[in-house]
C-alpha cells in the first residue's frame, strides 16, 4: 500500500549546526509534501510545503527538496537554535484526494 | 484566530464508557479530519469529512462515529472505549480547492481508557 518512510527517527545536532530529515514516498503520482513541526504537548503545524512542480523552496533557515524520480524529499534546517528542538513529520497526498500519509516522525534535539 | 478548537484536552475514561470529543473551526475550512497519535506510529487518519455532509473512514475507523454537524464542527464519538483507543487525538481542517493546503490542527485531547 501506499506509505511514507522518514528517517532518521531521533537526530541530535549542536546549536549552529545543519539538520537534514528524509522522506520517502511509494506513490508516484503524489504531488504535494507538507512538513510539520509538533512541540511538546500541542498540535502539528505546518512549517513548509513542496508542490510537485518544483524541486526547491526556501523560507529563511528552512528548505524543502524533491526529487521526483527517486520518490523522496528532505527538510534541510540551517543555523539550528534551541527552539528548532521538536518532532517533525513529513508527508504526501495520497492521489485524488485531499488526505495525506504521515511519516513516523524525526525528534529533533538541537544541544546548546 | 482561534484556528482549530478541540475540546477536552484531557479525559480518562473507563472501559465500556463512551464519550464524544469536539472540534470546531473557524476558518471556513471544506475538509476535517481526525487522527490519532500514538508513539512510533506518526499519525493516522481514523475518518474525515471532505464537506459539509459527508464522512468516509479512514486507515483506523473501528470502534469510532463521526458527524459533521455543520461546516464548523465535527466530533468524534467512542461507543464503548477500550484501553487499545487510549492515544492523543487531534482534529484538522484544511481548504479544498484545485491545490492541495496543508492542514491547520488542533491541540489535541489526550484519550487514557483504564
Given at each position: 500500500?501506499?506509505?511514507?518512510?522518514?528517517?532518521?527517527?531521533?537526530?541530535?545536532?549542536?546549536?549552529g549546526?545543519?539538520?537534514?530529515?528524509?522522506?520517502?514516498?511509494?506513490?508516484?503520482?503524489?504531488?504535494?509534501?507538507?512538513?510539520?513541526?509538533?512541540?511538546?504537548?500541542k498540535?502539528p503545524?505546518?512549517?513548509i510545503?513542496?508542490?510537485?512542480?518544483?524541486g526547491?523552496?526556501?523560507?529563511?533557515?528552512i528548505?524543502v527538496t524533491?526529487?521526483?524520480?527517486a520518490k523522496?524529499?528532505s527538510?534541510h534546517?540551517?543555523?539550528t537554535?534551541?527552539?528548532?528542538?521538536?518532532?517533525?513529520?513529513?508527508?504526501?497526498?495520497?492521489?485524488g484526494?485531499?488526505?495525506?500519509?504521515?511519516?513516523?516522525?524525526?525528534?529533533l534535539?538541537?544541544l546548546? | 484566530?482561534a484556528?482549530?478548537t478541540?475540546?477536552?484536552k484531557f479525559?480518562?475514561?473507563?472501559t465500556?464508557?463512551?464519550?464524544?470529543?469536539?472540534?470546531?473551526?473557524?476558518?471556513n475550512h471544506?475538509?476535517?479530519?481526525w487522527y490519532?497519535?500514538d508513539?512510533?506510529?506518526g499519525?493516522r487518519?481514523?475518518?474525515y469529512?471532505a464537506?459539509?455532509?459527508t464522512?468516509?473512514?479512514g486507515?483506523?475507523?473501528?470502534?469510532y462515529?463521526v458527524?459533521?454537524l455543520?461546516?464548523?464542527?465535527?466530533?468524534?464519538?467512542l461507543e464503548?472505549?477500550?484501553?487499545?483507543?487510549t492515544s492523543?487525538y487531534?482534529c484538522?481542517?484544511?481548504?479544498?480547492t484545485?491545490?492541495?493546503?496543508?492542514?491547520?490542527?488542533?491541540?489535541g485531547t489526550?484519550?487514557?481508557?483504564?
Amino acid at each position: 500500500g501506499e506509505n511514507v518512510e522518514q528517517h532518521p527517527s531521533t537526530l541530535s545536532v549542536q546549536e549552529g549546526d545543519s539538520a537534514v530529515i528524509k522522506c520517502t514516498y511509494s506513490d508516484s503520482a503524489s504531488n504535494y509534501f507538507p512538513w510539520y513541526k509538533q512541540e511538546l504537548g500541542k498540535g502539528p503545524q505546518l512549517i513548509i510545503d513542496i508542490r510537485s512542480n518544483v524541486g526547491e523552496k526556501k523560507d529563511q533557515r528552512i528548505a524543502v527538496t524533491l526529487n521526483k524520480t527517486a520518490k523522496h524529499f528532505s527538510l534541510h534546517i540551517t543555523e539550528t537554535q534551541p527552539e528548532d528542538s521538536a518532532v517533525y513529520f513529513c508527508a504526501a497526498n495520497r492521489p485524488g484526494t485531499y488526505k495525506y500519509i504521515f511519516g513516523t516522525g524525526t525528534r529533533l534535539k538541537v544541544l546548546a | 484566530n482561534a484556528g482549530v478548537t478541540q475540546t477536552p484536552k484531557f479525559q480518562v475514561l473507563k472501559t465500556g464508557q463512551s464519550m464524544t470529543l469536539q472540534c470546531a473551526q473557524d476558518m471556513n475550512h471544506n475538509s476535517m479530519y481526525w487522527y490519532r497519535q500514538d508513539p512510533g506510529m506518526g499519525l493516522r487518519l481514523i475518518y474525515y469529512s471532505a464537506s459539509e455532509g459527508t464522512t468516509d473512514k479512514g486507515e483506523v475507523p473501528n470502534g469510532y462515529n463521526v458527524s459533521r454537524l455543520n461546516k464548523r464542527e465535527f466530533s468524534l464519538r467512542l461507543e464503548s472505549a477500550a484501553p487499545s483507543q487510549t492515544s492523543v487525538y487531534f482534529c484538522a481542517s484544511s481548504a479544498t480547492t484545485q491545490n492541495y493546503y496543508g492542514y491547520t490542527f488542533g491541540s489535541g485531547t489526550r484519550l487514557t481508557v483504564v
